[in-house]
Protein backbone atom coordinates (compact mmCIF):
# COMPACT_ATOMS: atom_id res chain seq x y z
CA UNK A 1 0.00 0.00 0.00
CA UNK A 2 1.04 3.59 -0.97
CA UNK A 3 -0.12 6.63 0.61
CA UNK A 4 0.87 9.97 -0.54
CA UNK A 5 -0.81 13.32 0.72
CA UNK A 6 1.95 16.17 -0.04
CA UNK A 7 2.46 19.58 -1.08
CA UNK A 8 5.91 20.78 -3.07
CA UNK A 9 6.78 24.12 -4.65
CA UNK A 10 9.23 24.49 -6.83
CA UNK A 11 10.26 27.69 -8.10
CA UNK A 12 6.62 28.71 -10.03
CA UNK A 13 5.66 25.63 -9.77
CA UNK A 14 3.19 24.25 -6.88
CA UNK A 15 2.25 20.15 -6.68
CA UNK A 16 -0.38 18.62 -4.29
CA UNK A 17 -1.12 14.95 -4.64
CA UNK A 18 -3.12 13.08 -2.41
CA UNK A 19 -3.64 9.33 -3.74
CA UNK A 20 -3.77 5.88 -1.93
CA UNK A 21 -3.00 3.12 -3.74
CA UNK A 22 -2.93 -1.14 -3.36
CA UNK A 23 -2.08 -1.89 -7.42
CA UNK A 24 0.69 -3.95 -8.42
CA UNK A 25 1.74 -1.08 -10.95
CA UNK A 26 0.97 2.45 -10.09
CA UNK A 27 1.12 4.66 -13.27
CA UNK A 28 1.39 8.31 -12.76
CA UNK A 29 0.37 9.77 -16.22
CA UNK A 30 0.47 13.19 -17.42
CA UNK A 31 2.05 15.42 -20.14
CA UNK A 32 5.71 16.80 -19.61
CA UNK A 33 5.89 19.28 -16.67
CA UNK A 34 2.64 17.90 -14.92
CA UNK A 35 4.66 16.83 -11.61
CA UNK A 36 5.39 13.13 -12.07
CA UNK A 37 8.85 13.14 -11.59
CA UNK A 38 9.10 15.52 -8.73
CA UNK A 39 6.09 12.98 -7.10
CA UNK A 40 8.13 9.95 -7.79
CA UNK A 41 11.43 11.67 -6.34
CA UNK A 42 9.13 12.30 -2.88
CA UNK A 43 8.23 8.94 -2.81
CA UNK A 44 12.05 7.69 -2.63
CA UNK A 45 13.03 10.41 -0.60
CA UNK A 46 15.03 12.73 -2.79
CA UNK A 47 12.81 15.34 -2.41
CA UNK A 48 11.20 16.24 0.83
CA UNK A 49 8.12 17.71 1.18
CA UNK A 50 7.20 21.45 2.28
CA UNK A 51 3.83 19.77 3.79
CA UNK A 52 2.27 16.16 4.02
CA UNK A 53 2.91 12.41 4.46
CA UNK A 54 3.97 9.70 2.76
CA UNK A 55 3.42 6.19 3.53
CA UNK A 56 5.42 3.36 2.61
CA UNK A 57 3.59 -0.41 3.56
CA UNK A 58 2.22 0.56 6.69
CA UNK A 59 5.68 2.50 7.53
CA UNK A 60 5.67 6.46 7.85
CA UNK A 61 8.55 8.06 5.71
CA UNK A 62 7.56 11.15 5.26
CA UNK A 63 5.36 13.36 8.09
CA UNK A 64 6.19 16.94 7.81
CA UNK A 65 4.04 17.78 10.96
CA UNK A 66 6.18 15.42 12.86
CA UNK A 67 9.47 15.90 12.00
CA UNK A 68 9.90 12.71 10.02
CA UNK A 69 11.85 12.68 6.92
CA UNK A 70 13.42 8.99 6.49
CA UNK A 71 16.90 9.18 4.13
CA UNK A 72 16.31 7.39 0.76
CA UNK A 73 19.21 4.64 1.97
CA UNK A 74 16.82 3.12 4.52
CA UNK A 75 13.47 3.49 2.56
CA UNK A 76 13.64 -0.29 0.78
CA UNK A 77 13.10 1.52 -2.14
CA UNK A 78 14.35 0.38 -5.73
CA UNK A 79 14.89 2.78 -8.66
CA UNK A 80 14.74 2.46 -12.17
CA UNK A 81 15.91 5.71 -14.15
CA UNK A 82 14.97 6.63 -17.64
CA UNK A 83 19.05 5.80 -18.66
CA UNK A 84 19.84 2.60 -16.93
CA UNK A 85 23.40 4.09 -15.01
CA UNK A 86 25.18 0.77 -15.14
CA UNK A 87 28.86 0.87 -13.64
CA UNK A 88 30.74 0.99 -16.86
CA UNK A 89 33.86 -0.66 -15.43
CA UNK A 90 32.04 -3.25 -13.98
CA UNK A 91 30.39 -5.67 -15.72
CA UNK A 92 26.53 -7.33 -15.74
CA UNK A 93 27.33 -10.09 -12.88
CA UNK A 94 29.35 -7.03 -11.09
CA UNK A 95 26.02 -4.43 -11.86
CA UNK A 96 23.69 -6.96 -10.46
CA UNK A 97 25.58 -7.60 -6.85
CA UNK A 98 25.88 -3.57 -6.52
CA UNK A 99 22.53 -3.29 -4.73
CA UNK A 100 22.77 -6.20 -2.75
CA UNK A 101 26.20 -5.20 -1.42
CA UNK A 102 25.39 -1.45 -0.96
CA UNK A 103 22.37 -2.62 1.19
CA UNK A 104 24.25 -5.04 2.85
CA UNK A 105 22.60 -7.93 2.46
CA UNK A 106 23.93 -11.46 2.23
CA UNK A 107 24.18 -13.78 -1.17
CA UNK A 108 20.41 -15.26 -1.61
CA UNK A 109 22.03 -17.34 -4.64
CA UNK A 110 18.61 -18.49 -5.11
CA UNK A 111 16.96 -15.24 -5.72
CA UNK A 112 19.80 -14.34 -8.21
CA UNK A 113 19.18 -16.85 -10.33
CA UNK A 114 15.17 -16.36 -10.34
CA UNK A 115 15.61 -12.53 -11.47
CA UNK A 116 18.53 -13.31 -13.70
CA UNK A 117 15.42 -16.20 -15.56
CA UNK A 118 12.66 -13.55 -15.15
CA UNK A 119 15.07 -11.18 -17.14
CA UNK A 120 16.50 -13.79 -19.10
CA UNK A 121 19.99 -11.52 -18.88
CA UNK A 122 21.99 -15.01 -18.08
CA UNK A 123 24.20 -14.76 -21.26
CA UNK A 124 24.85 -11.16 -20.51
CA UNK A 125 26.86 -11.98 -17.06
CA UNK A 126 30.16 -11.63 -18.00
CA UNK A 127 29.64 -8.53 -20.65
CA UNK A 128 30.41 -4.87 -19.79
CA UNK A 129 27.53 -1.96 -20.18
CA UNK A 130 29.14 -0.89 -23.17
CA UNK A 131 28.43 -3.54 -25.19
CA UNK A 132 24.28 -3.89 -24.35
CA UNK A 133 21.61 -2.87 -26.26
CA UNK A 134 19.66 0.18 -24.21
CA UNK A 135 16.83 -2.32 -23.90
CA UNK A 136 19.38 -4.77 -22.54
CA UNK A 137 20.90 -2.45 -20.19
CA UNK A 138 17.78 -1.39 -18.79
CA UNK A 139 17.11 -5.25 -18.16
CA UNK A 140 20.43 -5.33 -16.05
CA UNK A 141 19.22 -2.13 -14.16
CA UNK A 142 15.86 -4.00 -13.19
CA UNK A 143 17.70 -6.57 -11.98
CA UNK A 144 19.82 -4.54 -10.19
CA UNK A 145 17.02 -2.80 -7.79
CA UNK A 146 15.14 -6.16 -7.57
CA UNK A 147 18.23 -7.95 -6.00
CA UNK A 148 18.55 -5.39 -3.48
CA UNK A 149 15.08 -6.79 -1.96
CA UNK A 150 13.18 -3.50 -1.96
CA UNK A 151 9.47 -3.10 -0.77
CA UNK A 152 8.66 -0.83 -3.96
CA UNK A 153 10.21 -0.39 -7.04
CA UNK A 154 10.23 3.28 -8.39
CA UNK A 155 10.79 3.30 -12.74
CA UNK A 156 10.96 7.07 -14.10
CA UNK A 157 10.36 7.09 -17.64
CA UNK A 158 12.29 3.50 -18.01
CA UNK A 159 11.43 3.59 -22.01
CA UNK A 160 11.57 6.78 -22.84
CA UNK A 161 15.28 6.74 -23.81
CA UNK A 162 15.05 4.04 -26.22
CA UNK A 163 13.77 3.45 -29.81
CA UNK A 164 10.29 1.60 -30.69
CA UNK A 165 12.35 -1.61 -31.00
CA UNK A 166 13.56 -1.51 -27.96
CA UNK A 167 10.83 -0.76 -26.42
CA UNK A 168 8.48 -3.79 -27.72
CA UNK A 169 11.48 -5.91 -26.45
CA UNK A 170 11.52 -4.78 -22.75
CA UNK A 171 8.04 -3.89 -22.38
CA UNK A 172 6.90 -8.26 -21.78
CA UNK A 173 9.42 -8.32 -19.08
CA UNK A 174 7.94 -5.36 -17.28
CA UNK A 175 5.02 -7.31 -17.31
CA UNK A 176 6.46 -10.62 -16.09
CA UNK A 177 7.69 -8.33 -13.34
CA UNK A 178 4.25 -7.07 -12.62
CA UNK A 179 3.18 -10.76 -12.45
CA UNK A 180 5.83 -12.84 -11.05
CA UNK A 181 8.42 -10.63 -9.01
CA UNK A 182 5.57 -9.87 -6.25
CA UNK A 183 7.68 -6.01 -5.60
CA UNK A 184 4.62 -3.36 -6.27
CA UNK A 185 5.83 -0.55 -8.55
CA UNK A 186 4.88 3.40 -9.06
CA UNK A 187 6.11 3.69 -13.14
CA UNK A 188 6.50 7.11 -14.50
CA UNK A 189 5.20 7.60 -18.17
CA UNK A 190 3.59 9.56 -20.22
CA UNK A 191 2.62 7.13 -23.28
CA UNK A 192 -0.98 5.86 -22.36
CA UNK A 193 -0.67 3.19 -24.43
CA UNK A 194 2.52 1.67 -22.20
CA UNK A 195 0.49 2.34 -19.22
CA UNK A 196 -2.64 0.99 -20.07
CA UNK A 197 -0.19 -2.55 -21.19
CA UNK A 198 1.60 -2.48 -17.56
CA UNK A 199 -0.41 -0.49 -14.60
CA UNK A 200 -3.52 -1.48 -12.42
CA UNK A 201 -4.02 1.72 -11.24
CA UNK A 202 -3.74 5.31 -12.56
CA UNK A 203 -3.08 8.87 -10.27
CA UNK A 204 -3.23 11.02 -14.07
CA UNK A 205 -1.46 14.39 -13.13
CA UNK A 206 -2.31 17.90 -14.91
CA UNK A 207 -0.32 21.23 -13.75
CA UNK A 208 0.54 19.56 -9.91
CA UNK A 209 -2.65 18.24 -9.36
CA UNK A 210 -4.30 14.84 -9.60
CA UNK A 211 -6.86 15.09 -12.35
CA UNK A 212 -8.47 11.53 -11.91
CA UNK A 213 -7.36 8.44 -9.95
CA UNK A 214 -8.58 4.70 -11.38
CA UNK A 215 -8.31 1.37 -12.87
CA UNK A 216 -6.93 1.89 -16.65
CA UNK A 217 -10.00 2.88 -17.81
CA UNK A 218 -9.20 6.78 -16.40
CA UNK A 219 -6.81 6.89 -19.66
CA UNK A 220 -9.66 6.47 -22.51
Same mark, same amino acid.
Do not use: C
Given at each position: MLRVDVEKQLGEFSLHATFTSEGRVTGLFGASGAGKSSLINMIAGLLRPDRGTIVIDGDVVDDIAAG??? =??? @??????????? @? #?? &????????????? @?????? &??? %????? !? !??? #?????????????????????? %??? @?????? =?? #?????? =??????? %??????? &??? !?????? %??? &???????????LRQLATQIVMLRQGRVTSFGGVKVLT
Amino acid at each position: MLRVDVEKQLGEFSLHATFTSEGRVTGLFGASGAGKSSLINMIAGLLRPDRGTIVIDGDVVDDIAAGIHV =PTW @RRRIGYVFQDA @R #LF &PHLDVAQNLDYGR @RMNRLA &PDA %AQRAR !V !VEL #LDIGALLDRRPGKLSGGERQRV %ALG @RALLSK =PR #LLLLDE =PLGALDE %ARKLEIL &PYL !VRLRDE %ANV &PMVYVSHDAAELRQLATQIVMLRQGRVTSFGGVKVLT
